[in-house]
RNA sequence: GCCGAUGUGGCUCAGUGGUAGAGUAGUUGAUUCGUAAUCAAUUGGUCGCGAGUUCAAAUCUCGCCAUCGGCUCCA
């Protein structure tokens, strides 16, 4: 509720991009969600018991079918491991090359409910009991009703495949109101995988039975499978958590407890960085800075309404004197309290104060994921206190500050959503229109495309979110705007309008990088830990090639670290081979190699990450490319 | 929190009831070397933690912690 500045969502979604034939977006929504069937009746065949339990969920409106593929869930006396998976595409593969018709039939509730019952399958019990009466119901077939025979089609069928898929009753059916391929041969048995296990609640309740749930990936093209599998290797190797360790960026330790991030000196330095640009960037955009502790009076908390609502999320209080004192789960209520310090004239609005304010908000073991979802975090928080005519204004503002920001982090692509008022609301109507078409105008007046939810906004006001798009493609929700109504009535913020009447002020919420730990991570991934020179924790390293040449690279050192590069000397005695291989996995962008050639005439025999070998440049070349890459804010 | 899996030197991993291993990193020595791995020696582990079974536990059982894939949650 109020705040928010939430830790979005913690996984991207993976998409393939660059496919030599892009694929049709329909026919692979046919393709997987007859995959799905097709699993489920491989699964069935295979393993007697088990039970379906499928259904149109939030979020899944197209059924089983996600972003990459399928999925379905099972109720089994069976435990499903990875084993299982080569038998199950085995089956699939088999239903597949049989080439079996795909069936659709009208059935009446009637009917259908005492064929399920007879089937024993509690699952799709339930799943017709939540139609509505008067809709139309219907169910595929994967084979003939009635004959369980293939399908006279035009391809030509091994009739060894067949036999083994017979299973009683010749044929498999499922509920289902989606369209599917009209047979099985229509699918590549060669363009499909099973990817992983899962655990599901029925109905996504947690308070429901817990399913098996099998997550496949499915294609038009054994091509595209392949490409899909590659880019999820190449996701793989971007881990943030594997090149966190490998780069020496951070850990989070078991001492410590879970997600608690130790920043180590490489990924300091970095955020160092990323801190000193952030604050120049938002002095230059009219903000002042902030620092607020970080425990206060639980009463706080309670005047905001966190406490009532959010509870769950907050570490517990501690005793202080008597009192209850809270660690803070975010800044907001902080900001509000050094507004209120002292009268405020409608003249000195907008105020806008940013502050990079480390929370803790107390995360369910299993939702912790590397940086991405932690429980303590740094939010570069900021509030604009307002009035209603300067909402729309202020907005710009905060979008252009918020493209200038990620474009300089290389993020030059957004999906960006506009959520509206809810049904559950405070705050009088003609304020809500106000902000929802001061956040438009705002959003016109950039220029952006945007994705409007419908009732999607918080309780307490309107928002805009932002996801970047990164270097191979996949979503990370970071930035959000919120106009909040809320805070400032509960916390009874004025200001003395021309008419020296008390007015309340707008309050918005913001935040560009969401949080510095997401925000590194997802920088991480996209750069594959390859950053660009300005951000890189060292730039140059020298290896000198013999022992004659180390003093002069110290003085070389001294003079580059003047001029304010991060520079170091490699001090292994290594070969020289070695000292570059060393160099390149710790993805150092730039080292100068210095033997006794280089010495005598003064120059730097370069190589970079990116290009290789460039060749000799003198000390001044050198800086003066560096600096311009710096400034560019690109690699070299 | 829930389902499933995993946890062995800093890192990557082998070791299925009987004396803890490899590679790599680290250290030391030799080599002074020209664009992705020089050679040799060597340090380092109460096998996540705690109980239990057993003559004997890294190995079997139970509990806890952490991590991974998801689910749920994400103000």
Not at 367 to 392: K, N, S, Y
Not at 551 to 562: A, E, F, G, P
């Amino acid at each position: 509720m109020v705040s928010s500045l939430t830790q979005p969502q913690s996984r991207s979604i993976l998409v393939p991009r660059d496919f030599a034939n892009e694929p049709d977006i329909q026919q692979l929504a046919l393709i997987r969600h007859t995959c799905a069937h097709i699993m489920a009746m491989a699964v069935q065949k295979l393993y007697p018991g088990t039970k379906v339990a499928i259904l149109f969920q939030r979020g899944f409106a197209n059924g089983p079918v996600t972003e990459t593929g399928f999925f379905y869930d099972f109720d089994s006396p069976v435990t499903f491991t990875r084993d299982n998976f080569a038998k199950i595409v085995k089956e699939m593969r088999r239903i597949i090359k049989a080439n079996l018709p795909i069936v659709r039939e009208v059935v009446s509730k009637q009917d259908i409910q005492a064929e399920i019952a007879d089937l024993g399958e509690p699952y799709k019990l339930e799943i017709l009991d939540s139609i509505p009466d008067g809709e139309i119901i219907t169910r595929y077939f994967i084979g003939s009703p009635d004959t369980g025979k293939s399908t006279k089609s035009n391809v030509e069928v091994d009739p060894s495949l067949l036999a083994p898929i017979i299973i009683p009753p010749q044929s498999w059916w499922d509920l289902c109101a989606e369209p599917h391929l009209n047979s099985t041969g229509e699918i590549d048995p060669n363009s499909f995988a099973l990817e992983s296990l899962a655990g599901a609640y029925w109905r996504g309740d947690e308070t429901k039975p817990m399913l098996q749930r099998i997550y496949g990936t499915a294609w038009e093209t054994p091509a595209q499978l392949e490409a899909y599998l590659t880019q999820k290797e190449e996701a793989l190797k971007r881990d943030h958590r594997k090149l966190g360790r490998e780069l020496k960026l951070f850990s989070i330790q078991e001492d410590a407890g879970g997600g608690l991030v130790f920043w180590h000196p490489r990924g300091a330095k970095i955020r160092y960085i990323i801190e000193d640009y952030w604050r120049k960037a938002h002095l230059d955009s009219g903000y002042e800075l902030l620092y607020t502790p970080h425990i206060a009076n639980l009463d706080l908390w309670k005047t905001s309404g966190h406490f009532d609502f959010y509870q769950e999320s907050m570490f517990d209080s501690m005793d202080v004197d008597e009192k209850a004192y809270q660690i803070k789960p975010m800044n907001c209520p902080f900001h509000v309290l050094t507004y209120k310090h002292e009268l405020h004239s409608y003249r000195e609005l907008p105020l806008r104060w940013a502050e990079l304010g480390t929370v803790y908000r107390y995360e369910r073991s299993g939702a912790l994921h590397g940086l991405m979802r932690v429980r303590g975090f740094t939010q570069d928080d900021a509030h604009v206190f307002c009035l209603p005519e300067q909402i729309a204004s202020e907005i710009l503002r905060v979008l252009n500050l918020t493209e200038q920001i990620l474009s300089d982090f290389g993020f030059n692509d957004y999906e960006i959503n506009l959520s509206t008022r809810p049904e559950k609301s405070v705050g009088a109507d003609e304020v809500w229109e106000l902000a929802t078409s001061a956040l438009i105008e705002a959003l016109d007046a950039k220029g952006w495309n945007y994705t409007i939810d419908e009732g999607g906004g918080a309780f307490y006001g309107p928002k805009i979110d932002l996801k970047i798009k990164d270097a191979i493609g996949r979503l990370w929700q970071c930035s959000t705007i919120q106009v909040d109504f809320n805070l400032p009535e509960r916390f009874e913020m004025e200001y003395v309008a021309a008419d020296n009447t008390r007015k309340r002020p707008i309050m918005i919420h913001r935040a560009i990088f969401g949080s510095l730990e997401r925000f590194f991570g997802i920088l991480i991934e996209n750069y594959a830990g390859n950053f660009p020179l300005w951000l890189a924790p060292i730039q140059v390293r020298l290896l000198p090639v013999t022992e004659e040449v180390r003093d002069y690279c110290d003085r070389v050192i001294t003079t580059l670290k003047q001029a304010g590069f991060r520079v170091e000397l490699d001090h292994s005695h290594e070969r020289l081979g070695k000292m570059i291989r060393t160099a390149e996995l710790e993805k150092i962008p730039v080292v100068a190699v210095i033997g006794m050639k280089e010495m005598e005439t003064q120059t730097f025999s370069i190589r970079t990450r990116k290009g290789g070998d460039l060749g000799l440049l003198n000390l001044v070349d050198l800086q003066q490319k560096m600096q311009q890459v710096i400034q560019d804010k690109s690699s070299l």
